[in-house]
């Protein structure tokens, strides 16, 4: 699992650091605050290790550049740090990341729990715990975990690669590109949801009928589910919806994916990740197209993930239906500082929050408290805790 990821300069992320539960959070924030950088951020690394940045990039019509902190216009390079822990392992990635090469220019991965440096990349030559290569002679994007077969990597180093590409990002989903039916053989659901239909395709028989089972409760009336390979080479997806009159009679109705609603699409999405292989799924504002009467299902089905979740929400409803202990380790206040400069609390480690949860629900005590005020408060509380240090 992912235990913490921070950056020294990315967009308005500045010396930004979050600690993350191990299971589940939640990400709460103004508009404009820096949630979806938050969420961006995590996809990039991912991006990172796999070498895939201008795919990245492409994805969300960015260039290079649009990655760097405007707080400084002519720095080309950014610091990475994120601790993942397995097992009884417990590692530690750093990289200094070239937007404008395009590649970490250093990068070390250590045993934390015996300070153990396993690789290490500086001025183009790599050490592993293994071997030496004093001089790099292929070119590489991202992170040179990226371009290292699993023989030449130590085994933590792999295992961190591979924990870091089962990053799964739902940040851009788009009803429309949900509903595209574009065929990829991978069990990828894509950060638009664009192979959604795909995904559901590959599926076996079985984990199609769990599938099915998991839509149902959720809309009762659903009772088939199946895909099929259109002529220009498209997959197409209908739902079966059957309804009945008070004779005890019924009437099937088939819909295709081209006039499934909004929401039952993205709970198809959320459902149908909770199948993947991926360890780390994230969601931003996943009350959008979501009748509140699901709202508790939907939590309790984040809540309940086999993978580590992370989700940003406005809603303070969402966070009604998380449990107050729960609440207090895995809510985060994303706020901008005077400086303009995104950073990062717990928020019911800050006094008002905690007070107010004492005779409210979590959402209620988000409801009761002007978000502008409490991110004062933040980084009052933050800069108290630095100087602690």
């Known amino acids: 699992m992912i235990k913490r990821i921070s950056v020294s300069a990315f967009k308005s992320l500045v010396d930004f650091e979050l600690n993350l ?18 969420l961006q951020l995590f996809s990039y690394v991912s991006a990172l290790m796999e070498g895939k940045i201008d795919r990245w990039l492409s994805e969300r019509g960015w260039e290079e550049k649009d990655v760097a902190s405007y707080f400084f216009p002519t720095r080309e390079t950014f610091d990475l740090e994120v601790d993942i822990e397995f097992s009884d392992k417990k590692l530690r990635w750093r990289g200094t990341y070239n937007w404008k090469r395009g590649l970490c220019t250093s990068e070390t991965l250590t045993d934390l729990s015996n300070d153990q440096q396993l690789l290490r990349l500086f001025q183009g030559r790599l050490k ?33 690669r591979k924990v870091m590409t089962n990053v799964d990002s739902h940040d851009l989903l788009s009803p429309k590109v949900m509903r595209s039916g574009r065929f990829v053989s ?8 664009e192979y959604l239909i795909s995904y559901i395709h590959n599926l076996d028989k079985r984990s199609q009928g769990i599938l099915l089972k998991n839509l149902y409760s959720y809309f009762p009336q659903v009772v088939e589910m199946e895909t099929k390979t ?17 004779d005890g009679s019924h009437v099937d ?39 509140s009467e699901i709202t508790e299902k939907l939590v309790e089905t984040f809540i309940r993930s086999p993978q580590q979740i992370l989700i940003t929400t406005h809603s303070p409803l969402v966070l009604n239906f998380i449990d107050e202990e729960l ?10 500082n005077s400086q303009g400069h995104t950073k990062t609390v717990k928020f019911f480690e800050l006094e008002s929050a905690d007070r107010k949860l004492e005779a409210l629900a979590p959402g209620e ?25």
């Open 128 to 160: 592993t715990k293994r071997d030496s290569f004093p001089d790099l002679m292929f070119k590489y994007s991202g992170s040179i975990l990226s371009a290292l077969d699993g023989l030449a990597l130590p085994q933590e180093a792999a295992i961190f």
């Open 327 to 336: 609440a207090k380790n895995s809510v985060h206040l994303v706020y901008k």
């Open 230 to 246: 259109e002529l220009n080479g498209t997959l197409s997806l209908v739902l079966t919806e059957r309804f009945y009159s008070d």
């Open 253 to 291: 109705v088939l819909t295709n994916a081209k006039h499934i609603n909004d929401g039952m699409l993205r709970i198809l999405i959320i459902l149908a990740s909770q199948r993947s292989s991926s360890r780390f799924q994230q969601f931003d504002e996943i009350e959008n197209g979501v009748n």
């Open 21 to 38: 539960d191990p299971k589940f959070n939640c990400i709460i924030g103004l508009n404009g605050a820096g949630k979806s950088s938050v």
């Open 186 to 193: 991978a069990g990828k659901i894509g950060s638009a949801g």
């Open 365 to 389: 005590a988000m409801l009761d408290l002007h978000l502008s005020d409490v991110a004062k408060e933040a980084e009052n509380f933050r800069s108290k805790r630095l100087e602690k240090l």
